[in-house]
């Protein structure tokens, strides 16, 4: 039993002045998301069959790097958003949530580093 008043119990467990922006911004990368994974798949499709050299300089096209580099950040970010809600949601040791969504962050950014480097790198000749 606790004598401790309603208000006096939400005291300490932080605002909610994160949580609509949160809600905003992954809405925003699912729908940019729309555009783009059309685009992509499109894409994939028409260079299924063709050859190495031919995906390379599609690659090398501006347009189409910026697209995939989009992409590519657009993804991680959205991935890491609705993790990071999995995470707050459903694991309840302090510790191990906060590890758990520096762990996600971590391997987010790590991830999306070696993709716009792989994407660029293409890109720009190998």
Known sequence: M???TPLAR??????????TTHWVVQRI??????PLSLWFVVSILMLM???YVTVVNWMHAP???ILLVLLVLTVYWHAYLGLQVVV????HVAWVKVSA????RLLAVV????????VLRIAFGS
């Open 88 to 91: 707050e949601d459903y694991v």
């Open 49 to 51: 069959h063709k050859d």
């Open 29 to 34: 990368t699912a729908l940019a998301l729309v």
């Open 111 to 118: 991830l999306t580093a070696i993709g716009v480097f792989v």
């Open 2 to 4: 606790s004598y401790r």
């Open 10 to 19: 939400a005291r300490g467990l932080g605002s909610a002045k994160d949580g």
């Open 63 to 65: 347009w189409n790097a």
């Open 101 to 104: 969504i520096v762990l996600l």
